[in-house]
């Protein structure tokens, strides 16, 4: 991720198996769909989705949807392994722009990362390359409303 400490200096409260875990059990669609979290440190989350068929649209793209799905599902484990397995922190906003033309033949990975973490939001961003690809094909960015009672 360009500029980008992984991790920081503190203990992520949340591993990759265990979000790995939660997002399957949570979102059986995510297991379906052969999500993969690479890893995580604090406040950040490496997932990637391998190529399928089924993300491709009319043109011969990655369909907008499969890219939303990744930059929340990557930003919501950002999001965790900073405050722990905490399922009602949900997200109220998510903007994606779409860059550049995503490679179909090849894996769909997102980098992210949080930017401001505070006691009731949290907000971060990602970005999705294609894998094997330097230049992001979506950038993201994206707020989580954190219950009070966590």
């Known amino acids: 991720m360009p500029g980008h400490n992984f991790g920081h200096d503190k203990p992520t409260t949340l591993s990759a ?3 790995t875990r939660l997002l399957h059990q ?10 993969v979290v690479e ?3 604090y406040g950040a989350c490496v997932m990637r989705f ?3 068929e089924k993300f491709v649209r009319p043109g011969g793209t990655v369909s907008g949807p499969t890219m939303f799905a990744l930059a929340d599902a990557s930003l919501w484990g950002a999001v965790l392994s900073a405050i722990g397995e ?6 109220t906003n998510l ?3 779409f860059l550049r033309k995503p490679g179909v033949a090849a894996d769909l990975v997102c980098e992210a990362r949080l930017i401001k ?7 971060g961003e990602c970005f999705l390359f294609t894998d094997g690809e330097e230049d992001p094909v979506a ?4 707020t989580y409303s954190i219950p009070p009672d966590r």
């Open 17 to 19: 198996e265990d979000f």
């Open 86 to 91: 905490v399922e009602l922190s949900v997200t």
């Open 95 to 97: 903007n994606l722009n």
């Open 26 to 35: 949570g979102l059986p669609v995510a297991a379906e769909s052969g999500a």
């Open 39 to 41: 890893r995580m440190g």
């Open 50 to 52: 391998p190529a399928n």
């Open 117 to 123: 973490l505070g006691r009731r939001l949290a907000y």
């Open 139 to 142: 950038h993201a960015t994206g």
